[in-house]
């Protein structure tokens, strides 16, 4: 797809820019276009360069080249593994949490500290199949998260943070902001009676950088510009988009 960007590319991975609406994988649901398409047409990944997905049913849904995943609405920078020896390094990464995430959101409502850290653990919801939390209608597990987060300014009782993710659970981000009072604009899972702001229709969410090591153990840097909607958004509350991502 046109709108799918190459940011970075080596032999064994690529990172590259996902725009929002379009998901990390097959969910076995329906038959869209995903990350894990690309990633199998453009870089020929084969099904053996990643792990298959297990449904309910017992249904295994293969996902080529995914190492992580960023949810359908989020825009931003998401790896890609080509070769299993560049799946296998990436995956490590991300299990030792050496791998450094940034990302941007708009949220309903200013934080009270310009800076401060989440750490409420995260389980899934009861009564829900997709939703997850850190409050008491947790169901089964709760697995530790952590949060760190910025306010870098406000106009109208919203706010643009910078967030940094020191774990990697399934919506923590958008969990978090919701457990601290400040749900993410157009949040239509975590925020469903807010309306869109600042011409954000779908999740303020962006994924902007990411700091990992390649195959010989350099450290390399991924930045992945904003779109439209968030640089229009960003100027909003005074800042240059520009200047963000290297913040």
């Known amino acids: 797809m046109k709108d799918i960007k190459i940011l970075y590319e080596n032999a064994d991975f690529a990172a590259v820019f996902k725009p929002a609406g379009i998901s990390t994988h097959p969910d076995g649901k329906n038959e869209e276009y995903t990350m894990s ?41 998401l790896l890609l593994a080509k070769t299993k020896e560049g799946y296998d390094a990436l995956k490590k990464q991300f299990k030792s949490r050496s791998i450094k995430k940034t990302y ?12 401060g850290s989440i750490d409420f653990p995260i389980a899934r919801a009861l009564g829900s199949v997709r939703k997850w939390t850190a409050g008491k209608d947790a169901r089964g597990e709760l697995r530790e998260a952590h949060t760190r987060y910025k306010v870098l300014g406000s106009k109208d009782g919203v706010a643009l943070l910078i967030l940094w993710p020191l774990t990697g659970r399934t919506h923590q981000i958008r969990v978090h902001l919701k457990a601290i009072g400040h749900p993410i604009i157009s949040d239509v899972l975590y925020a469903p009676v807010k309306k869109p ?24 840097v991924v930045l992945a510009p ?21 913040s």
Do not use: W, Y
Not at 104 to 115: H, I
């Open 37 to 77: 398409d690309f990633a199998r047409e453009k870089f020929k990944v084969g099904d053996d360069v990643g792990e298959p997905m297990e449904l309910a049913d017992g249904t295994q849904i293969s996902r080529p080249g995914i190492v992580h995943r960023l949810d359908k609405p989020t825009s931003g920078v």
């Open 197 to 220: 702001v600042f011409g954000l229709k779908r999740l303020a969410l962006h994924a902007g950088r990411l700091i990992f090591k390649d195959m010989k153990g350099k450290e390399t």
């Open 104 to 115: 941007f959101a708009f949220t309903n409502g200013v934080p009270k500290d310009e800076r």
């Open 226 to 246: 904003f779109p439209e909607d968030f640089k229009g958004a960003i100027s909003k509350v005074g800042l240059k988009a520009d200047d963000l991502l290297n």
